[in-house]
């Protein structure tokens, strides 16, 4: 008998079948991503979780009976039952009752309906972003405001001391005194000590001659510094633009009774993708929720997204609300500025030249990026809302899109985007 | 003899050591039980999560489908729906059992007792797995079976491979021999025998009979339907075998990947048919085997009682209207069974007499018992050995749904006028000749559209269920390369329905 102990051995054995069967239930797993994303707050987005994924679309089928014709089946646990007596059918229990005895076992364990799927945060996220097609997101370059810092460029011969290179110079140093070959401390130290021992003996001659060496040896030392000034380095900055690595992103939108549970839908679901693509470009994202009627208010998420409000609505009431959260919190130095507004496209009239200069003169030279997603019902052709209209005058100005259906917020997404990467390709 | 074994829960590999020595010293001495070798080898509980997932082999070739197995029993055992199981055995030789490393020292024994003792002695002696699987090979054959489909993928891609894999899956069931066949005649002995023939025509010849005059010329008269199913083999139960025979469009490693699948499934076929009596043989033995540690004080009293704890939960059998009943517990029906075949032989009563003649009485229950464990299958030994007071004891009852009657019917109950029906009845259930429904290959239509032809013969009015049946006669449409039919025609050979399938297009 042996006894092998298997416990060392490398764990994972089921990892690359796991991950077939991901690849293999996408299409339902990526619905069922779609899902739950909805129903998470836009932070949590990526964040690892369980799916529950319906088990019919990664059956295996077999040849099976169906509940079709007469089963017999023997139980156990008779209490009052005597032969021939009848049994009314429950309601749906009489083909369950058939289906136990004939039914697939690879089917899985019993008539499960359903089928829980523990994903990682990698794997939701890539998920997430492969049901919008999102793949190469992360290779895209995104302009960025950079502040500029001293960045280290080698070395140099000159400079302050504070700069001093010490390692470097030593090496020079030690470089140069090998290939000048100077005489190391042991080799003047031994020929000192033979030259008083020829000294004591009564060979002049021979000692003579060792004298001489170990002068020879001295003078070379003198003449061959340890350090000398060509050695010495400095080490080099250069200034060079540095990456700010934090990120805000504002959301903004309207609020008011004429926006629909639809409109939000698509509206937060732009955010997501946003704040996804933001959470991977920089260390830190924070994001600021402005909703709006005719005034703004900063608020959380969950007031953002759920409570209605009703009033009239002024875009500029909004803009000035970022304005002053940016000039107060995010100074532009040290924050890429990314603003997202969602809009049903109504505007007061009158309000729109207090916009345009808003716009113009704070926001767009403040802001990394603003995106302008007017939402609508699917199907309406309403015309060009003022909203539109407003910013259409603008130049440069923010970009623009329309969206009526979930479908359609990734490929603006990216239109967003690869416009922005291609006017920078050009300029 | 007396010396405790462990005392504890703490085991170390000299417990181990110990407690197999002392085990199988029961076993072996005192059972007379003949077993494979064994090997015990310690595992952590993921990677036992990994043996479900790959039905228990060591080694298995890659599929999503173990991925999926995978990701549903990690889901059930991190929410504490699903303990795992205290061991896995395989039917190899050596006998290789997986213990868990949490397991307490008395589980350990429990776990030798039952899988390396109980489960190795069946797997060597029922004469289904002697006859059907090679237990020196199938380890060799996985390896083989991995690295072949391994490089498969790279050669041809993984998709080609996964969509063939897939469509020889769904066909699994229908890919073993359900009866033992002819060999295929080797070509020695083939050759061995064609000399022979010839030597005798030599030794008959005679010039005489060259003078008569020629008769009629003796055709056999056939028909093609005929010629066809001989040199097709035909009808062919065996759906996976005839494929890989036959299919005019597949390449060889196409060939081979279904041989593998076949190969699998057929070395399955014997453990679906023996689910009671492996179990029951197992408990049985590892029941005799704990009681006589206890006896001869190699195990605590503390042990001994946390064995039966266990014991208990595993031969646990909730009556048809509990909340937890969900199917017959085969550990429980056999373990009934077989510890009731003791008492008849040591015990009997009048009516085990009328009953088992042939075991009342006998007072070798052991013997009695192997002989069992080696010549009968789950259909068998019900049918012959389940007893009157099993069945009292379970309170069996019939219950037949028929949807040409408003109602359900009580067929029999556990009574003198019930007992043999209800023991029928109960066979057949475990009878995989009626539970898998019979599907045969019948024809080919070879002047025609090469269409396969294939008949299920329906019984009891069970059809196939139709989504599933779609769905693997569009594999098998697949793999054959031109439609399929399949018939389903019941007991007077009337049609009932027809599915038919195209096969998609394919890459290869």
């Known amino acids: ?427 | 003899m007396s010396a405790l074994l462990f005392e504890g829960a703490d085991w170390s590999f000299d417990t181990i050591q110990r407690i197999h020595d002392r085990v199988e010293e029961i076993a072996l001495g005192e059972m007379k039980l003949e077993v494979y070798p064994n090997q015990i080898e310690i595992i952590t509980a993921e990677q036992m999560l990994d043996g479900y997932a790959a039905s228990g082999m060591p080694i298995n070739y890659s599929h999503w489908s173990f991925g999926k197995r995978f990701v549903q029993h990690e889901g059930h055992y991190r929410k504490g729906f699903q303990d795992l199981a205290y061991e896995i055995v395989i039917n190899s030789s050596p006998c290789i059992s997986y213990v868990m490393e949490g397991n307490t020292a008395l589980m350990q024994t429990l776990v030798i007792a039952h899988a390396a003792f109980g489960h190795n002695h069946f797997f060597r002696n029922n004469t289904l797995f002697k006859e059907w699987t090679d237990a020196t090979g199938i380890l060799d054959y996985l390896q083989f079976a991995k690295t072949y489909i391994a490089h498969c993928e790279e050669t041809y891609g993984e998709r080609a491979v996964e969509s063939l894999l897939d469509a020889a899956h769904a066909l699994m069931s229908h890919g073993v021999h359900r009866s033992p066949r002819r060999r295929k005649t080797d070509f020695r002995t083939e050759q061995a025998r064609a000399a022979e023939r010839r030597a005798h025509d030599e030794k008959i010849y005679n010039e005489l009979w060259q003078t008569l005059p020629a008769g009629m010329p003796k055709t056999v008269m056939r028909s093609p339907e005929e010629r066809l199913a001989d040199l097709l083999e035909l009808p062919q139960e065996n759906i996976l075998y005839f494929l890989e025979k036959t299919a005019p469009r597949l390449a060889p490693w196409q060939r081979e990947l279904l041989r593998i699948v076949r190969l699998l499934a057929q070395y399955f076929h014997p453990q679906r048919q023996t689910k009671v009596m492996n179990e029951g043989t197992a408990t049985y033995v590892h029941y005799k085997i704990m009681n006589r540690l206890h006896e001869c004080g190699n195990i605590t009293d503390g042990a001994f009682l946390e064995f039966l704890g266990s014991h208990t939960n595993v031969v646990f059998q909730p009556g048809f209207d509990d909340r937890r009943f969900g199917a017959i517990n085969p550990y429980a029906l056999g373990f009934a069974m077989m510890t009731d075949l003791e008492r008849i032989c040591v015990k009997p009563t009048e009516e085990d007499r009328d009953w088992f003649p042939q075991l009342a009485g006998c007072n070798d229950p052991v013997n009695a018992l192997k002989d069992i464990w080696a010549n009968y299958r789950d259909e068998s030994f019900i049918s012959q050995f389940l007893s009157p007071r099993v069945m009292r004891d379970w309170r069996m009852f019939q219950l037949v749904d028929d949807p040409k009657e408003p109602t359900l019917r009580v067929e029999a109950i556990h009574d003198e006028r019930g007992y043999r029906r209800l023991r029928r009845a109960f066979a057949r259930e475990y009878d995989l000749g009626h539970t898998d429904p019979q599907i045969e290959v019948v024809s080919v239509d070879l002047e025609g559209d090469r269409r396969l032809i294939l008949q299920h013969s329906v019984r009891d009015g069970r059809l196939l269920a139709g989504r599933d049946a779609g769905e693997v006669l569009g594999y098998l449409a697949d793999l054959w390369g031109y439609p399929v039919l399949l018939r389903e025609v019941d007991e007077h050979g009337n049609g009932l329905r027809e599915h038919t399938a195209e096969p998609r297009q394919r890459s290869a």
């Open chain 1, 1 to 427: 008998m042996y006894v092998i102990d298997r416990r060392l051995n490398p764990s994972g054995k089921s990892l690359p079948n796991r991950q077939r069967f991901l690849r293999r239930a996408g299409k339902i797993l990526r619905e069922a991503v779609r899902n739950l994303s909805s129903s998470r707050p836009i932070r949590e987005i990526g964040d690892a979780g369980v799916v529950i994924i319906p088990a019919r679309g990664i059956e295996e089928p077999s040849f099976h009976t169906g509940g079709d014709g007469a089963h017999s089946r023997v139980l156990p646990g008779n209490k009052e039952f005597l032969e021939g007596d009848r049994i009314a059918r429950q309601s749906g229990s009489g083909s369950g009752r058939g289906k136990g005895s004939g039914s697939n076992a690879g089917g899985g364990g019993g008539g499960e309906d359903e089928f829980k799927v523990a994903l990682s945060a990698e794997e939701f996220l890539n998920l997430f972003l492969e049901d919008l097609e999102l793949p190469d997101l992360e290779r895209r370059k995104l302009s960025l405001t950079d502040s500029t810092g001293l960045r280290r460029a080698g070395y140099q011969r000159g400079g302050s001391p504070a700069n001093l290179a010490l390692t470097r110079t030593m090496r020079n140093a030690l470089s140069r005194r090998m290939a000048l070959k100077r005489p190391k401390p042991e080799e003047i130290e031994r020929a000192r000590q033979a030259a008083t021992d020829a000294e004591l003996g009564d060979d002049e001659e021979q000692s003579e001659a060792l004298r001489a060496e170990l002068e020879a040896l001295e003078l070379r030392t003198r003449s061959i510094p340890y350090i000398d000034p060509i050695d010495i380095r400095y080490r080099r900055f250069e200034p060079s633009p540095r990456p700010i690595a934090q990120a805000v992103m504002f959301c903004v939108m309207d609020v008011s009774g004429s926006m629909t549970e639809h409109m939000k839908d698509i509206a937060k679901r732009f955010f997501m993708l946003l704040y996804v693509f933001l959470e991977r470009r920089y260390k830190q994202v924070e994001i600021v929720f402005i909703r709006h009627t005719d005034e703004a208010r900063e608020v959380d998420e969950k007031t953002f997204f759920e409570s209605r409000e009703t009033g009239g609505t002024r875009v500029s009431s909004a803009l000035k609300e970022t304005l002053r959260i940016i000039e107060e919190r995010y100074p532009v130095a040290d924050w890429n500025i990314y603003i997202a507004q969602a809009s049903d496209g109504d505007n007061e009239s009158g309000d729109s030249e207090k916009s345009l200069a808003l716009m113009r003169e704070g926001l767009l030279p403040l802001s990394q990026y603003f995106a302008y997603l007017e939402v609508d019902e699917p199907h309406s052709d309403s015309p060009m809302s003022t909203l539109w209209k407003t910013y259409a005058h603008l130049d440069p100005g923010p970009t623009m899109r329309r969206v009526t259906s979930r479908q359609e917020i990734y490929p603006v997404f990216r239109e967003l985007f690869k416009r922005r990467a291609d006017a920078e390709a050009s300029s």
